[in-house]
């Protein structure tokens, strides 16, 4: 009678012994990660065409667009009740020199990007918001490959200092023009030697945007030359980046991570580290890639201070994956920022078609419609603001994630993002809330079937330290401190 009293007891006082009602989650505001710099945006303009004179490409679609429309997807991006970006990334296209010798033209090829970033720095200020800007060498101009031609694959290195002021004059422009450039980024995807014939270094196919092949040696050594023309050019607060792997992966397992690590020069110059956040999780494809965070692991063993932005990743199919990309490089990876692949499009303006979504969708009619992949991203960007702090999570489901920024003494409040596919055994969440001066949480959401895209769902109290939330299927949810 003893031993059955005893293992009752012992029952009773078991954590089993309790229904589990919740899948437990945390966010943990005064347990703060990385800085945050933003979330960004990128218009891209001529990206594809071989011969500009007959084909005057503009992916982003405003040269359709009249006066009042630009002005309206300012605001939507820009806006105090739009996307409020941080940063913008701007390319710089093979076209605007002929020549090393030849004078340079910034405007033919960028005026719809120009008058896109123009009017998102003027709205931001407005509000005494700055917009940092990135620019990237989408491709090196004709006299500095070897093939002598748009998409030629090879270098030419003895061009180097040439190239570097090629990039250095686009960022004195920029200036000129109030746009305030922060970094030059040096190549677009140029890890990607399988884009050209072994032979000839042509690209084997047309749909492919401008490029260059980046040994990983003339990464470092493009880096260092462009670092001291740039302190030569009176530029000091320029700053370098590595530029654009295709994905982490790449960057890591092709050798452009090491490379790095093992030329100090090259990591003195190094004032950011960029790469492109596309992620497939498919081994069968030569696109495979994930999130690993062993780049940033071995930069920063020599350099802590280094921040990475992710500057372009996929929309996808516009669902709750992109979150969970933007999850996983946030807490995987260890970023500060992140931009998304072009986020307005025309799309009958890139080859073959684009199959990485959009925020914004221009039409060949000259109208525009904002996509559900705007609201999806809304739910981020209204979270997390420069100058926050990524706040450590947990949630006890492999389909949820949760994203947490805390204030950080900026004039933002803690936040947090839930996103939940969860198709079996679903409970609600009871997400338990630390180290916040809020008590109350206003909530967002955007769901996958397009009935909530970005709507109030009202005020959720902190009860016993958690908010008790049970959000339908394919759904982000945003949570907003309030006084």
């Not at 596919?421 to 109350?440: D, F, H, M």
């Amino acid at each position: 009678m003893k031993r059955l009293v005893y293992l009752l007891s012992l029952l009773l006082l078991s954590p089993f012994a309790f229904a589990i009602e919740h899948i437990p989650a945390s966010v943990d505001f005064a347990d703060s990660l990385q800085l945050w710099d933003g979330f960004g945006f990128n218009y891209v303009e001529t990206c594809q065409t071989r011969d500009y004179n007959e084909w005057e490409q503009d992916y982003g679609g405003y040269s359709l667009l009249n006066d009042k429309q630009k002005e309206e997807i300012a605001e939507l991006v820009f806006g105090k009740n739009g996307l409020q970006v941080d940063i913008i990334k701007m390319f710089l296209d093979p076209w605007h020199q002929e020549s090393p010798e030849s004078g340079f033209d910034h405007t033919t090829t960028t005026s719809n990007m120009l008058r896109f970033v123009e009017d998102g720095v003027s709205l931001a200020r407005k509000e005494n918001r700055e917009i940092e800007v990135i620019t990237t060498l989408y491709g090196p101009p004709i006299w500095a490959t070897l093939q002598g031609h748009i998409g030629g694959r090879d270098l030419d290195t003895s061009k180097f200092k040439d190239l570097a002021e090629y990039m250095i004059d686009w960022a004195k422009f920029l200036r000129e023009r109030k746009i305030g450039v922060k970094y030059l980024s040096i190549h677009n995807e140029g890890e990607d030697f399988y884009r050209w014939t072994h032979d000839e270094g042509k690209q084997r196919l047309e749909r492919f945007d401008y490029n260059a092949h980046w040994p990983p040696e003339q990464v470092n050594t493009f880096m260092k030359v462009l670092s001291k023309e740039v302190d030569r050019s009176g530029l000091n607060d320029l700053g370098v980046t590595n530029g654009e792997p295709s994905n982490w992966t790449r960057f890591h397992n092709w050798g452009y991570a090491h490379a790095l690590f093992s030329d100090k020069e090259a990591m003195a110059a190094l004032d950011l580290l960029t790469t492109h956040g596309f992620i497939n999780g498919d081994y069968t494809k030569l696109s495979y890639s994930n999130a690993n965070g062993s780049t940033t692991s071995m930069l920063r063993s020599e350099r802590p201070d280094l921040h990475t932005w992710i500057t372009s990743y996929a929309w996808g199919a516009l669902d709750t994956r992109f979150i969970k990309m933007a999850y996983e490089h946030i807490y995987y990876a260890g970023v500060n920022a992140l931009i998304p692949w072009a986020g307005i499009q025309e799309p009958t303006q890139w080859l073959e078609g684009d199959s990485l979504g959009n925020a914004i969708t221009v039409t060949e009619d000259g109208e525009y419609k904002v996509t559900r992949g705007y609201y999806l991203y809304k739910q981020l960007t209204s979270a997390g603001h420069r100058g926050m702090k990524v706040a450590r999570t947990t949630a006890a489901n492999p389909t949820a994630n949760l994203i947490g920024f805390s204030s950080n003494g900026t004039d933002h409040p803690d936040a947090f993002v839930l996103v939940s596919n969860i198709r079996i055994w679903g409970l609600p969440y009871a997400v338990e809330v630390k180290g916040s001066q809020y008590t109350r949480f206003r909530a967002y959401r955007t769901t996958e079937d397009g009935k909530d895209l970005y709507k109030d769902i009202g005020l959720f109290e902190v009860k016993d330290g958690r908010i008790v939330y049970d959000p339908p299927y394919g759904s982000v949810t945003t949570f907003i401190g309030q006084k």
